[in-house]
Structures are given as C-alpha cells and as structure tokens.
C-alpha cells in the first residue's frame, strides 16, 4: 500500500502538530483480531520519537467503525512512522479484516489557543449552534 506524504510546503513555521484520522470498516466475523491488530499498533506508536497520541475509537452506531486520532510532533515524525516496520506488518495483517480500504485525512494545527482566549481577543460572541 502506498502511504501519501506530507506536502511541507503547505506547513508554516508555527506548525505545532498534525493530526491524522483514519476510518476502518471492519468485517464482522474477524472485528476481534482486528481490535487485536490495532491495540498492539497503539503500544507501539506511542512509543516513537514524535508520537504525541495515539487511539482507536469504535462507533457507537456503526459498531463495525473504528476511528484512528493520532497527533504527530510534525510532518518528518509522521513520515518516519510511515516507514516503521511495525506500520507495514499492521496494514498486511490488517488488510484481510477490513470490509472497504481505509480512508484517511491529514489535519495541521498551527497554534494551541483555547477558542474562549480567541473569543475575548476577537470582542465578539462565538457563533455556536445547541442541538
């Protein structure tokens, strides 16, 4: 599987961290050694250099939906995942638990300001939405 790179081109100088969600859909028959699959990848990846988190999150509706967060320190971190042996063992043993392939989104924070510090900076009242 060809893994997509980092365009840093696009990354600033204040580029904290990126974020990479991924969305497995899981078979039902074999979802528990897939979770298997994806609690050793957890051990693992939290314990490379630039690893900030690392989680599997299951669907509450969509229970055969696994949802991957991750946060790198920057891109050449992520990268440097990318190429672990431990990734390239995950996806060929994971590839035959898996209904559709894995669709994946890459996010990059540039600062950790908390939205209430923007509000009171900005002098305008946050345009929120209840449900």
């Known amino acids: 599987m060809k893994r997509k790179s980092i365009n840093r081109e696009c990354l600033g100088k204040d580029t904290i961290m990126i974020i990479v969600q991924s969305t497995f859909q899981l078979l039902p028959a074999s979802k528990p050694e897939a979770l298997l699959l994806m609690k050793n990848m957890v051990r693992l990846c939290r314990k490379e250099y630039g690893c900030l988190s ?70 305008s009242k946050p345009q929120q939405t209840i449900h």
């Not at 055969?64 to 320190?73: K, S």
């Not at 035959?96 to 994946?104: D, E, R």
């Open 54 to 123: 690392y989680e599997y999150y299951e669907g509450t509706t969509e229970t055969n939906r696994v949802i991957l967060l991750q946060e790198w320190e920057n891109a050449d971190c992520l990268q440097a995942h990318y190429q672990t042996a431990h990734m390239d063992d995950f996806i060929s043993k994971l590839a035959p638990h898996l209904l559709s392939p894995i669709l994946t989104r890459s996010f990059i924070a540039q600062e950790d300001t908390p939205v209430s510090a923007k509000i009171s900076e900005s002098g």
